[in-house]
C-alpha cells in the first residue's frame, strides 16, 4: 500500500485530494503548511512514496523546499509539485531539482484528479522499479561479498 503526503494551504484542495486519492486506495497524510510538511516527512517511518506539494503556500519557494525535504530523507521517494501560477520556469526549476511532474491545478477542459491519478501511477510505477534495481545491485553485491559504500551521513 503505496503512502503519499498532501501538502496544500487551501483545505478545500487538500481535502478533495486526500478523499480522492484514498478512493483510490492510497494511504493518505495531509499537510497544510511546508514547515508541517517537513516534519512529517522527517518523521515518517518508513518515508512516504511519494509527496504531492502545492508550488505556492506560505512563501513562492514553498513547494520547492517540500520537494528539497522530501528528497533529502529518501531520493526515492517521488514528488508531484501542483500549482495555480503555472509557468515554464517554475516547472523546470522543480524537475531539475528531482520532481516527479509539475500540474497546474486549473487548466480549462481538464479534470485535474484524472491527471493526477495517472501521475500518481507512473510515479509508483518510477519508484517500484528504482527500489527493485537497488535490491538486486544490493543482493549481487551480498553475493559476491563485495562492500557498498554506505550511503548515510556520517
Given amino acids: 500500500m503505496y503512502r503519499i503526503l498532501v501538502v496544500d494551504d487551501e483545505d478545500e484542495i487538500r481535502d478533495a485530494v486526500g478523499r480522492r486519492l484514498r478512493r483510490e486506495g492510497y494511504v493518505v497524510e495531509e499537510a497544510g503548511t511546508q514547515d508541517e510538511a517537513a516534519q512529517k516527512i522527517h518523521a515518517a517511518e518508513p518515508p512516504f512514496d511519494l509527496i504531492l506539494t502545492d508550488m505556492v503556500m506560505e512563501d513562492p519557494e514553498s513547494g520547492v523546499k517540500t520537494l528539497e525535504a522530501a528528497l533529502s530523507r529518501d531520493i526515492f521517494s517521488e514528488v508531484i509539485v501542483l500549482t495555480a501560477y503555472g509557468n515554464v520556469g517554475n516547472a523546470v526549476e522543480c524537475m531539475r531539482r528531482g ?3 509539475y500540474v497546474e491545478k486549473n487548466t480549462p477542459g481538464v479534470d485535474v484528479y484524472e491527471i493526477l491519478i495517472l501521475k500518481i501511477q507512473q510515479a509508483m510505477d518510477r519508484r517500484r522499479m528504482s527500489l527493485q534495481a537497488i535490491r538486486r ?17 556520517q
Fill in 99 to 101: 520532481a516527479f511532474d
Fill in 137 to 153: 545491485y544490493a543482493d549481487v553485491a551480498r553475493r559476491e561479498k563485495i562492500q557498498l559504500p554506505s550511503l548515510r551521513e
